[in-house]
């Protein structure tokens, strides 16, 4: 786990470790949303680019089956 600092123009460095891990590049896109007081940043990824990312996820029984959609 990292410290970062959040600056006076409230920005913050995504320390180089988790940018490497998380597959972050300079101009990339990330979604931001806070629930629970906890901040999440997910980088946005195009649908092709997500195949393979939870190699080996069980979704049998993932999606409830009485949901009409």
């Known amino acids: 786990m990292e410290t970062v600092k959040v600056s006076k123009k409230y920005q913050v460095v995504i320390p180089e470790s988790i940018r490497k891990e998380a ?19 997910i980088p946005v990824r195009s649908l092709k680019d997500t195949k393979g990312m939870t190699p080996g996820l069980n979704t049998k029984d993932l999606r409830d089956e009485t949901d009409p959609a």
């Open 23 to 41: 597959g972050i590049k300079p101009g990339d896109k990330m979604i931001a949303l806070s629930k629970h007081k906890i901040l999440h940043y």
